[in-house]
């Protein structure tokens, strides 16, 4: 062999840095980006899959509690939730197929239109490890969600705003139109896809508007304008045409004003340095700020793109769901300070391997021990410990032993259950109407507000024996550790302790 053929053959098959770095991060993304379902919300929109797909009708009302069946309930992800089903059909029962598309949603955000919309300029190695950290720091609201749709759409708004700069021909923005009236179909996260479309028009309006004085243009110019402001008129017109016409705008509305969110629902919430839950977020944060420092801008920083980062880093300090948002609008800066091959290989090795470390520790789902429950019944407590495997149950924390209790003994009458484990019981038990789930934080109607009652109750407030009497409940499933149920421990003449474990305690009116 001769040296040429020894080269080619280096060249072709032996691991450089480039094809081993792609190597690591392609293996890494994607024990990444794999997600398994555990969301307690989980089981409500594969409820409505199912009937959605039987039935081909959209009900009008809530159906699946007792307590809010007169509510005009609008289902802002019906079309997903159908394709869910399918999908979990399809799929033998089992959530596998779930995943694999997930993981699909995963590679096609963060390693296809993610580094076309901003990385276009960087090489395949330093995409791919852009998408890769865009993906770790965002893990902890990645999964089987429809808000993943969300990100995907927020960045093809950008990535077709981006095309029409480049081409200045409005039919690049006639993709607006079928995007948006999928999104609108998918997830209410279209109203942040306008917000960000809205800013780019605006700013690219001063920017016309500073460089030549409107008066001068031309009338091929303002045709232009007009033509770019009907056609996002026009897609903003298609999220009209869903199921709920102008109703889904009216319950966006009543969701993004509803303060009891922003104070009770953990992923809405202030986002809190200190907290293990952010650990991926805060040490990007201070990687940012030190790469910054040490990488020199070979460009000024455009006024427009300190203006959106400053106010998405707002939104994501305001609450954590929109931390993604924030992450993908800024790594296009964390990314480029990577683009001189020094920063690579020490990125590799303290940014990569500490990650997929922690990464491993805290994105692992918390199951619940599967321990003998204390049975008060009569029956064996053996007969209770087969729930852990069934795949019915698609969030770890659900009370699987509970559950299977109540297959074997059905209560009667109307149940109070803990927040968090409605969509399970809409899922698993739909004969058994609910008191509230994670559909009703906001929901209010008639004097009643579902949520603030659900409180009062659970946290033991003032007239909350009145609640219970109001709403006629007969039966308790709720966490062991809350206060309600350390109370109704100590009035055994009004409910009876019909079941306890680890967990989960059931009570039933005597």
């Known amino acids: 062999m001769n040296i040429y053929d020894a080269n080619s053959f280096k060249s072709h098959f032996l ?51 007792y307590t809010m069946s007169d509510y005009s309930w609008v289902n802002q992800t019906y079309a997903v939730d159908t394709f869910y089903y399918l999908l979990y059909r399809w799929g033998g029962q089992t959530t596998i197929l779930l995943s694999l598309f997930f993981l699909g949603v995963a590679i096609m955000t963060f390693l296809v239109v993610f580094p076309r919309t901003f990385l276009f300029a960087l090489h395949n190695d330093e995409r791919l490890f852009a998408g890769l950290i865009a993906l770790f720091i965002s893990r902890g609201f990645f999964g089987v969600r ?28 006639l993709w607006y139109i079928p995007l948006f009236f999928l999104w ?100 990007y944060i201070f990687s940012l700020i030190l790469l910054l420092m040490l990488h020199k801008q070979e460009r000024p920083f455009a006024f427009r793109d300190a203006i959106l980062i400053i106010i998405f880093l ?103 259950n803990d927040y968090d484990w409605g969509g399970t019981i809409i899922w698993s038990f739909p004969e058994y109407k609910t008191f509230i789930d994670g559909r009703m934080s906001y929901w209010r109607l008639n004097g009643r507000d579902i949520f603030k009652d659900y409180s009062v109750i659970q946290n033991v407030s003032q007239d909350w024996d009145k609640k219970i009497k109001d709403y006629n409940i007969n039966w308790f499933i709720i966490k062991k550790s809350t206060s309600l149920a350390a109370v109704l421990e100590t009035m055994p003449t009004l409910w009876q302790k019909q079941y306890d474990d680890e967990s989960a305690v059931i009570f039933v009116k005597k």
């Not at 392609?26 to 959605?52: C, E, R």
């Not at 981006?162 to 923005?173: A, D, E, P, R």
């Not at 986002?271 to 952010?278: F, H, N, P």
């Open 146 to 173: 429809s808000q993943v749709f969300t990100w995907l759409g927020f960045l093809l708004v950008i990535l077709i705003w981006n095309h029409y700069k480049k081409t200045h021909s409005c039919q690049t923005l």
């Open 15 to 65: 691991p450089t840095r480039t094809r081993a770095g792609l190597f690591l991060l392609a293996i890494t993304f994607i024990i990444f980006a794999f997600p398994q379902v555990n969301d307690p919300d989980f089981g409500w929109h594969l409820k409505s899959g199912q009937m959605y797909s039987e039935t081909l009708l959209i009900p009008s009302h809530d159906i699946f509690s």
């Open 184 to 283: 609108a179909n998918i997830h209410a996260g279209f109203v942040i896809g306008f917000t960000i479309l809205g800013f780019l028009f605006f700013f690219d309006i001063i920017d016309q508007l500073m460089s030549e004085d409107f008066r001068q243009w031309n009338s091929r110019k303002k045709y232009h304008l007009l033509s770019a402001v009907s056609i996002i008129l026009f897609a903003c017109a298609s999220t009209l045409i869903n199921p709920h016409g102008i109703r889904l705008h009216q319950d966006i509305i009543r969701t993004l004003s509803e303060r009891n969110i922003y104070s009770t629902i953990a992923e809405w919430q202030p986002i809190v340095v200190s907290s293990v839950a952010i650990l991926p977020f805060t040490i």
């Open 314 to 416: 707002f939104f994501a300090f305001s609450s954590l769901r929109l931390i993604p948002f924030f992450i993908l609008i800024s790594l296009p800066l964390f990314a480029r300070a990577f683009a001189k091959e020094e920063f690579f290989l020490p990125a590799m090795m303290l940014f990569i391997v500490p990650s997929f470390l922690i990464g491993a520790m805290y994105n692992k789902p918390k199951n619940i021990e599967h321990t003998s429950p204390s049975i008060t019944h009569t029956q064996s407590p053996s007969s209770y410990q087969s729930v852990a495997s069934d795949r019915d149950i698609f969030y770890a924390q659900a009370p699987t032993q509970a559950l299977t209790y109540l297959r074997e003994h059905p209560m009667k009458g109307n149940m109070f």
